[in-house]
């Protein structure tokens, strides 16, 4: 077989440090074009492999890291029709950790998608280990088996060989990232630290495969003890994407950090002249063939040290350089990447062109992390750093730098060529750059720098903004924000984030069924609340049906009865004791729509307010991920003291909270629909107590600021079915208001 090997990729790789910025580019780019011809290679010719074993658990962490850099959706798209055929579930043995190595990129599409289907399955089999823990030593050698009726076989087993710490560890970490539930942390920390204890070598700074290679039973020809290639770069690969996760304050941190470096330093000091390690770390002499898959794990670990400053470049780039133009030699004219031992063939003769699929994943990653530091050389950035004190977890945290803050560090930058990385990991983060969402001030150039991040209390996470970048080329926003006029619908105004969506009336309803300007009209200034079942965009579908009273639609449904009250979040002015409100409103104006939030203007038709003509605005804005959206309410009248409401039907509502400044309300859905919606209005700044008149909960917002917090669900969405779930998402919000993360 005739394998490609460019030169000048070659010479540029061990070039390292000394390339030009523009040189660096260049191998940034030529480091992504062979990623993706090994992947579609891959893509082009599928394994025989289960598609849930651990081989694919390997490669679909090779894709996801591809996916993360690239707009094609390709790749992403392969992993996620695997889980969805699957339902999200893992393979058959129910403690073995090489079963539920998929579950980690189950986990990352989550954090993509914030479908809690794609990690239901994962963590109640987490739930079901942590109540049922094995009892049996972790060098006990225990296989389970597989049922061919799909029976999930729970013989109890733990991480007694050393490549399970890539399989297992990573899965729990990110559950624990997800849940901010410190129990996957503990667990995974727990048994790292047994098995680390069982089979590292600490003067060697390697682990044994199993108890069956201790070296008073084995030993290798030249008298080394036996350290296999690939189940260390497992190991390697598996302390990088604990390390991501863990965060940096961690009482634990140090001790993976101190092993993570170990083992790289012992990987440099032991690196065959060529590059690429052998199946046999001390005695390559016997094993003559490089081997790919442990070359790949291992330089995935150096690059990823030097990124975080973990390593130094000098004590670590030379070897890793090495080992890439070694890899990239590797990669055959067509895509294929050869080298890899296949499983169970003998580490000495395998034949030179085997691939397998776990090489790819492990290819992948490596180059991700290669690509990120040339990137990085070659155009300008900046560190941000986001500090989270505050007493509660902040899942979907709105990162929001000011554009002269950006400018300060990246003189020049421009809003179409900016791009948000991620600090721990060679992934792009979507992001917006927004002028004036909040319309405190037209005249002033407010202009941001959006992205979004969750933030565990206490942690601080590090971003890359990177300038001079050809978004287009970036991966695009999975969910995103929406904000748009509806003609096609009696002059409706929608807007949606990933969770909930919700319209206004406008204009054309004012002459529905008789109704005149200034008359109540049949719907008026009330606010319609959708409920979602898509964490994709689904108002323009719901349109275009028009049957969205339907609970067959799947994706969402309106089942919410607005009346002439006002809705989820409709306002009044309240005068001489009475809520008047608008009509419906008259004009519009879209400040933005983009994928981090959406903002826009409502203007509504004046009304009588004792005699003076009354006219109100109010800029709504909408973040995604969150259950509520923000309005502030304004006025050129001065004296107007504006209220914020939500409907509430004390005969039909199953429950109701409420307090200083909010309410929530959970009740049935109309037209006896099987299913229960629940609102609830927090009013910023507010300390009074919520007025029930009629079919209406009323809240007085402050004079000064006019802001209140509005926001829904669905008993038939994704999120909460029951009131008491609805009532603590309503309590961390308003939590969640009262805190405020560090940018800086």
């Not at 920390?189 to 044994?208: G, M, N, P, R, V």
């Not at 983060?429 to 005249?443: I, M, N, R, S, Y």
């Not at 919606?677 to 402050?702: C, F, K, M, R, Y």
Request: with cysteine; charged share 25%; aromatic share 12%.
């Amino acid at each position: 077989m005739k394998f490609r090997t460019t030169l000048t990729m070659v010479a540029c790789a061990l070039a390292g440090t000394c390339a030009t910025a523009q040189d660096s580019l260049k191998q940034a780019q030529d480091t992504l074009a062979v990623m993706t011809r090994v992947a579609d290679w891959q893509l082009a010719n599928p394994s025989k492999h289960n598609p849930l074993d651990w081989t694919h658990g390997a490669l679909y962490a090779g894709y996801m890291a591809l996916g993360g850099l690239v707009k094609d959706t390709r790749y992403r798209d392969a992993v996620l029709a695997v889980g969805k055929d699957a339902k999200w579930d893992n393979w058959l043995k129910f403690y073995h950790a090489d079963d539920y190595c998929v579950g980690q990129s189950y986990a990352e599409l989550y954090m993509l998608y914030r479908d809690p289907d794609f990690i239901a399955p994962t963590k109640a089999q987490f739930d079901f280990i942590l109540s049922n823990p094995a009892d049996v030593h972790v060098g006990e050698i225990r296989y389970g088996r597989r049922s061919s009726d799909g029976t999930k076989d729970k013989t109890p087993m733990r991480w007694w060989w050393c490549d399970a710490l890539f399989m297992a560890p990573p899965v729990w970490a990110k559950l624990y990232d997800i849940t901010d539930d410190a129990k996957y942390l503990d667990f995974m920390i727990q048994e790292w630290k047994a098995t680390s204890e069982f089979l590292y070598d600490k003067e060697e700074h390697l682990y044994y495969r199993d108890k069956n290679y201790f070296p008073d039973l084995k030993k290798e020809a030249n008298g080394k003890k036996i350290f296999w290639g690939r189940g260390n770069g497992w190991v390697m690969g598996g302390l990088v994407r604990v390390l991501q996760v863990m965060p940096a304050h961690h009482p634990e941190r140090p001790f993976f950090v101190t092993q993570f470096q170990q083992m790289c330093r012992k990987m440099i000091a032991i690196q065959p002249a060529d590059g690429a390690w052998r199946a046999s770390l001390l005695d390559p002499d016997s094993y003559p063939n490089p081997e790919a898959s442990s070359t790949g794990f291992i330089t995935y670990a150096l690059a990823w040290g030097i990124n975080q400053g973990l390593l130094t470049k000098e004590e670590a780039e030379p070897a890793m350089r090495r080992a890439w133009a070694q890899l990239v030699s590797f990669v055959a004219d067509d895509g294929k990447l050869t080298h890899v031992q296949p499983i169970g063939a003998d580490p000495k003769t395998f034949p030179l062109d085997a691939t397998e699929v776990y090489g790819i994943g492990a290819f992948l990653m490596a180059g991700s992390e290669i690509y990120r530091m040339d990137l990085l050389r070659a155009l300008p950035h900046a560190t941000f750093t986001v500090t989270h004190r505050d007493d509660v977890f902040f899942p979907h945290f709105p990162a929001i730098i000011d554009w002269d803050d950006v400018l300060e560090k990246l003189p020049g930058a421009k809003p179409e060529t900016i791009a948000v990385m991620d600090g721990t990991s060679a992934r792009w983060l979507t992001t917006q750059v927004a002028k004036d969402p909040f319309g405190f001030d037209e005249d002033d150039d407010d202009t941001a720098l959006l992205f979004q991040t969750d933030l565990h209390v206490g942690q601080t996470r590090t971003f890359i903004v990177v300038s001079g970048v050809d978004t287009n080329a970036l991966p695009q926003p999975v969910r995103r924000t929406t904000a748009r006029f509806v003609p096609e619908r009696m002059d409706d105004f929608a807007w949606e984030n990933d969770r909930t969506a919700y319209r206004a009336y406008g204009p054309a309803l004012w002459t529905v069924d008789g109704a005149k300007p200034g008359k109540p009209a049949v719907t008026g200034s009330g606010i319609d609340a959708w409920g979602k079942n898509d964490r994709l965009p689904v108002v323009d579908r719901m349109y275009k049906e028009k049957n969205y009273h339907s609970p067959d639609l799947g994706y969402g449904i309106d089942c919410y009865k607005v009346g002439t009250g006002p809705g989820c979040g409709g306002p009044a002015i309240l005068h001489d004791g009475k809520y008047i409100q608008p009509i419906t409103f008259d004009k519009w104006t879209v400040r933005e729509t983009g994928p981090i939030c959406a903002s826009f203007t409502l203007d509504y038709a004046p009304v009588d307010v004792g005699g003076k003509q009354v006219a109100i605005s109010r800029h709504f804005v909408i973040f995604l991920g969150m259950d509520f959206y923000m309005v502030r309410t304004v006025s050129n009248t001065p004296g107007i003291t504006f209220t914020c409401g939500v409907s509430h039907r004390p005969v039909d509502a199953a429950s109701v909270a409420k307090g200083e400044g909010w309410i929530a309300v959970w009740e049935p859905a109309q037209d006896n629909l099987p299913f229960f919606n629940g609102v609830a209005l927090i009013a910023g700044h507010s300390e009074d107590e919520p007025v029930i008149q009629g079919d209406a909960a009323w809240i007085t917002l402050d004079k000064l600021f006019g802001l209140a917090f509005v926001g829904s669900c669905w008993s038939g969405g994704k999120d909460y079915k029951t009131a008491a779930e609805w009532f603590a998402a309503v309590e961390r919000f308003r939590k969640l208001l009262d805190t405020s993360p560090e940018i800086k």
